[in-house]
């Protein structure tokens, strides 16, 4: 006989064996024993206020570090709350686990106390949704979950822990050791298909890189940069492609995106998917006859929307590197005297020129431009921008430059707002623990940040010395006049209805900090907020809200397309 082991352990224990450093949660009945038996275990774990953005902020680690973070949440409504998170890491091909507690099993099927069907809600969310069915058997559910959720493409994962086998009790001698994280396969390009590429690549009349999330999240970047330095090819990135290669690089035409994707002939397609976010791959937004060159670690993924012409299934690190070596044999260079490249910078050129006018015009109140200049003037080197909001997004992602891949964080593939505070919570933990210098930056719309706006009690708790700065417009997409809103509010004629988009004029989100005995910055000038972003900068233990009031019908810049409208299939 072993000495007796409760299941709380034999959980934590096996989830640090895992590698798993950082769970988000919210505790309660009847997980609150294995929240304590996680940090026995030396795993951080950090108190979140909903478990949306908990999740949220697991994902964020598992993009970050490769390894999952991880939810603890209990069950019934506790673990509904992840769903938003576990949909979110799932569409954006990101790492999680979620551990649910939930009713003891002889309480099942007669109305136990926040009983729910939770493995099966989860499933369609998840790679991988199971319970494991006895203690004995935690060790493997969990190694099996990670995995799923690690390799291949990555995704979530969901582990149900009804209270009897957390708090049952086993002969430890029945718990199998040496649970270890199972190595990622690495998979190799076909060379042939390398070969193909080359071929097509090397007689391109007008080529195109264009670099997703998935090459940031592979970690290819020393070789996707390699590639463009050797083959001076335009390159293009996704949102959260931004950074691979510096956006500050010369071979980054993100200004004259419409014209290089409606004229490419050539598009050699790194970690990103031909979805809404680059218009489906078609006509037209995509030449009619454009060759498309797919690396993607996911077959599934290949050929998707539009046919490729060549579809190589490969993790990009080792295909791009194959590609630089065969590239390099050929001395293919590009030239930058070319048609294509002169185009490209002369329409690179004229979209710099309108967005420095709108930038330079600074009268109050200020519109995003000047808003984004003026932070992005102010910000150290390198930080980490997590960003959401409709336009503040959207406008931010072409003034907030990277330089660094993974060093931007957004509403992603489901557009999903809402996540910027757990995202910058995650940031900042891994920043704390990875690279301690590093600020992080969470730059978000007012309605966006409402969203999760209580987690800066988790940032305050936790010493967490993010900036978050509130672009207030007053509403979603536009708000309303601060006169026309306080017209309104003071008619007490209650016909009069406020537009849906529509919230509080001006409101002081700013104040929030007075929760915390602490002040925040109200802004309306370009000079106040350099003062704020530099005072923030200072602040090494603790948020700082920037509450920046804008014109509340501020917009974007005029655009050749209709965002999602003007993709016609
Ligand atoms: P973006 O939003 O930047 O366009 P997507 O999330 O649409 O990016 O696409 C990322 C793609 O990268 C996914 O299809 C995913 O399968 C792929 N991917 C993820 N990891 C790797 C990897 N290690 N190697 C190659 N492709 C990867
Ligand atoms: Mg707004």
Known sequence: MGEEVDGNTVLAQVLKAQGIEFVFGIIGYPVIELSMALQMADIHYIGMRNEQAACYAAQAIGYLTGTPGAVLCVSGPGLLHTFGGMANAQINCWPVLV?????????????????????????????????????????????????????????????????????????????????????????????????????????????????????????????????????????????????????????????????????????????????????????NRFSPDVKVIQIDISAEELHNSVQSEVAIQSDLKPAVAELVTRLKQEQFVFSSSDEWWNSLRKKSEDNRRTVEAMANDVQTPLNYYAVFKSTYENLPENCIIVSEGANTMDIGRSMLLNKLPRHRLDAGTFGTMGVGLGFAIAAALYCRHYDPKKRVICVEGDSAFGFSGMEIETMVRYKLPIIVIIVNNSGIYTGMEPEVFKDIQESGDVTKVTPPGCLSSCTRYDNMMALFGKSGHFVQTVPELQTAIKQALQNQNEPTIINVIINPTADRKPQSFNWLTESKL
């Open 99 to 283: 551990i649910g507690g939930s009713a003891p099993q002889d309480h099942e099927g007669i109305g136990g106390f926040q009983e729910c069907n939770q493995v099966e809600l989860a499933r369609p969310y998840s790679k991988y949704s199971a319970r494991p069915p006895s203690i004995s058997l935690i060790p493997l559910h969990v190694e099996k979950a990670v995995r799923l959720a690690k390799n291949g493409r990555p995704g979530a994962a969901y582990l149900d822990f009804p209270a009897n086998i957390l708090s049952g009790r086993v002969d430890s001698n029945h718990i199998p050791k040496q649970y270890g994280p199972s190595a990622i396969p690495t998979i190799y390009p076909d060379p042939k298909k390398i070969e193909d590429a080359v071929k097509i690549l090397t007689t391109a009349k007008r080529p195109l890189v264009i670099i997703g999330k998935g090459a940031a999240y592979a970690r290819a970047e020393k070789e996707v940069n390699e590639l463009i330095g050797l083959t001076n090819l335009p390159f293009l990135a996704t949102p959260m492609g931004k950074g691979v290669v510096s956006d500050t690089s010369d071979k980054c035409i993100q200004p004259a995106r419409s014209l290089a994707l409606q004229n490419a002939d050539v598009i050699l397609l790194l970690g990103a998917r031909l979805n809404w976010i680059l218009h489906f791959g078609r006509p």
